[in-house]
């Protein structure tokens, strides 16, 4: 096998490194060290906070299998990780010990045989890799894009600090470098690409989405150590977030143009067999091979005029678009008998865009009135497109963010909404129509529509949130009534059933002490001591009145006198201003009062003999009188009610009980766990029930007292509730889906190339 010499070895590079006494670490300058050292130990946190998890992560990735083959891929790979983790870290953190070494020597840290491609070297990519620069280029423009300024502050004090430039996306702290430095100590395992962009994806969430504090702590050490203190945010030349950022000038531009047409290249031999499948014939081959390809901005032109005939059609299709362009070159050749033929690069533009469009208006989740709207965007996405190439590999181009915006503003549509009155819509028509009529429909265009949906979107969501709160307090503040109301009557139906008691004590508990119950229940909750008093004051209410036996005399006249405060506190806790003057404390008094005496006259007349006898049998000591129903006048001439009933039945109604289910009816496991993994502001589409049409809807709340999932539409409103045993089997039978939150041109990206790699290897 003969050597690729474009092919860098790792371990040349480390022992060609090693030989280089310049690049000694004990030589760089002490602040310089600090940075080091900080940066080693976040990286060697974030590492090991990676592979902690990973095991979990692949473990759920096997389990979710469709194959035996990709599960023992998963199994295999978390074996590996397991042996080589420590390696992986500590290769890591050496490896950005000598990128910190490199910069002495002015050296980037990204060589430049990894900065662009080799054009020569095309064809050798393979789709595995492309796939994975892309996740990676999308990592890295994500970070860099949140973090400008202080990479931009960093680079200027290790210039400062170095005495020579350096490049804020090329030292050892740039995201590329960091980037490059793990998939670097990566390369020895021979992942699978669908284990690689797992472990590449928990690199961003464990390393990246909380690198923004390392550069601000290596700004701060040197900030401390004296270098370029005063570095204000106002010294560097950063663009306002609304304008789009425009091409670098010089050789950055150049080089900015080198590496959008080579990302694109990359697609060249994928696209090459899409084409054979598909019959697409590519434009770039017509004609002679030595034909003058044509300029962009001709195309543009010609794009142009058939914008004017898409106008009055349409339905006109990309398949239209290319034979307009074929027409019009055909023109030309008559005209001025010179052969031209379309740019292989804007040929492959065009598939690209075709290709995308045709996952998108194929993608299921979204509403037909938004297909509709997007399908007339190609025209204008394809203008942008060959205008400016890295739409297809920056995620925050205006034209992505714009198609990702559409998606989310309009995730709640449902197909049978009458859109016709809806503000939203008629925005969305407009957008696109001054798309349609606009013959410079740039980036900078774009991210105006971009700003103004945005904005729009703003302001209807905090309408909605607004009445979305609303419903989520009312449902949880019902949620917490119903418990308080059912533990209420659970508490008293136990206490009282069974029991014949006087007729006011029972209206007393069922009417007045049941709200108590309840009060105390949603103010202090049902595990409070309150909580616990209060349910201890009724089972003494209900003894107060209880026939007392002869030997509990002296000790009842305190438990009535503490039944009686108590409910005091009671009616005062639910509204009552004078309640040691109602009525109910009244009588609650005199009918203990009546028990009591009768207890004492039974006691006085009953003859000695008796009470010896009732001494030496237990029994007959706790017999009590029975009570005689009637109205009792007492000496003050109120009437003491002493009618009895006997409770039978609940007094309070209670819930009703779910019947038993059968084994076979319970969900299965995986739709249980399918509903507990489910969190709040995730959107859904929910099939018809009873006739009703489909509808999207959110979930709100899970409410805690009552488990129940509560839905709303997009303007807040609830529309549906579940418990999660209903949930669960709505999902068995497939009547309710969740719908991706993902970015929507990224999805479609990601679509088309894995569509790609399976026409490549029809086998994979």
Not at 197 to 212: A, G, P, Q, T, W
Not at 613 to 640: F, H, N
């Amino acid at each position: 096998m003969s050597k690729d010499y474009k092919v860098v070895s790792f371990a040349a590079a480390a022992a060609g490194r090693q030989r280089d006494d310049s690049l000694r670490p004990g030589a760089l300058p002490a602040p310089l060290m600090a940075v080091r050292d900080r940066a080693q130990t976040f990286l060697r946190v974030g590492l090991s906070e990676l592979f902690d998890n990973a095991d979990d992560t692949l473990f759920e990735k096997a389990d979710r299998a469709g194959s035996n083959a990709d599960q023992s891929l998963f199994f295999d790979a978390m074996r590996l990780l397991r042996l080589r983790r420590h390696g992986i870290e500590k290769t890591c953190c050496d490896d950005l010990e000598r990128q910190f070494a490199l910069m002495l020597s002015g050296r980037p840290a990204i060589p430049e045989s990894q900065q662009s491609y080799d054009v020569d070297s095309l064809s050798l990519v393979q789709p595995d890799e492309l796939e994975q620069t892309v996740a990676l280029d999308s990592m890295v423009g994500r970070v860099t894009a949140r973090n400008q300024l202080p990479l931009a502050h960093l680079a200027l004090r290790l210039g400062s600090l170095l005495g020579h430039p350096v490049d804020p996306a090329a030292h050892p702290l740039a995201p590329a470098a960091l980037v490059e430095l793990f998939s670097a100590s990566c390369a020895p395992l021979n992942l699978d690409i669908k284990v690689r962009l797992i472990i590449f994806k928990m690199f961003e969430r464990y390393v990246f989405n909380s690198i923004d504090s390392l550069y601000l702590d290596a700004n701060g050490l040197l900030k401390n150590a004296g270098v370029l203190p005063d570095l204000k945010q106002d010294s560097l030349p950063v663009r306002p977030r609304s304008s789009v950022p425009e091409r670098p000038a010089g050789s950055n531009a150049a080089t900015a143009e080198i590496a959008d047409t080579q990302v694109l290249s990359l697609f060249s031999e994928l696209i090459g067999n899409w084409r054979h499948t598909s019959g697409d014939v590519a434009l770039s081959a017509l004609g002679a091979p030595s034909a003058a390809p044509v300029r962009s901005d001709e195309l543009l032109d010609m794009l142009n005029t058939f914008a004017g005939r898409q106008a009055a059609g349409p339905d006109l299709t990309v398949h239209d678009l290319r034979s307009h362009i074929n027409r019009q070159l055909s023109d030309q050749l008559r005209q001025t008998g010179e052969v031209r033929r379309l740019d292989r690069v804007d040929d492959d533009v065009i598939s690209l865009v075709s290709m995308l469009f045709d996952v998108v208006l194929d993608d299921p989740q979204l509403p037909v009135a938004l297909r509709a709207l997007i399908g007339r965007m190609q025209l204008p996405i394809l203008r942008v497109a060959i205008a400016d190439k890295s739409l297809f590999h920056r995620s925050s181009h205006p034209a992505r963010r714009l198609l990702n915006e559409l998606a989310r503003a309009t995730m709640g549509w449902s197909d049978h909404d009458d859109l016709r009155q809806d503000q939203l819509h008629s925005l969305l028509e407009r957008m696109v129509q001054r798309l349609l009529n606009e013959q410079q429909a740039d980036a900078a265009f774009f991210e105006q529509m971009h700003e103004e949906l945005a904005g729009f979107v703003r302001i209807d969501q905090r309408r909605a949130e607004r009445l979305e709160q609303r419903t989520r307090d009312a449902e949880e503040g019902r949620a917490r009534v119903d418990a308080a109301r059912s533990q209420a009557a659970q508490v008293l139906n136990t206490l009282l059933l069974g029991r014949t008691l006087p007729v006011f004590v029972v209206d007393l508990l069922r009417t007045t002490w049941s709200q108590v119950l309840q009060m105390v229940h949603l103010r202090e909750g049902g595990n409070s001591a309150t909580w616990r008093e209060a349910v201890g004051t009724a089972a003494r209410m209900v003894e107060s009145v209880e026939p007392v036996a002869a030997d509990a005399l002296v000790e009842r006249p305190i438990l009535n006198a503490s039944v009686c405060r108590a409910l005091c506190e009671g009616l005062r806790l639910i509204g009552e201003e004078n309640p040691e003057a109602s009525p109910s404390v009244t009588q609650l008094q005199l009918l203990q009062r009546a028990v009591l005496r009768r207890a004492e006259d039974q006691a006085s007349a009953m003859p000695v003999l008796a009470v010896d006898a009732a001494a030496m049998d237990p029994d007959l000591r706790k017999t009590p009188a029975a009570y005689q129903a009637g109205v009792e006048l007492p000496g003050d001439g109120i009437p003491v009610l002493t009618e009895t009933v006997r409770v039978d039945e609940q007094v309070l109604p209670q819930p009703a009980q779910a019947e038993p289910e059968l084994v076979g009816d319970l969900p299965d496991a995986a739709a249980i766990k399918w509903v507990e993994g489910l969190h709040a502001g995730s959107w859904f589409e929910l099939a018809g029930v009873e006739g009703q049409p489909a509808q999207r809807c959110k979930l709100a709340a899970i409410i805690s007292f009552s488990g129940k999932y509560i839905f709303v539409n997009r303007t807040g409103m609830k529309i549906a509730e579940f418990t999660a045993s209903a949930l669960a089997r709505h999902h068995e039978r497939q009547q309710i889906r969740l719908l991706a939150d993902d970015q929507l041109f990224d999805r479609a990206l990601e679509s088309v190339i894995g569509n790609l790699r399976r026409l490549r290897h029809p086998k994979d």
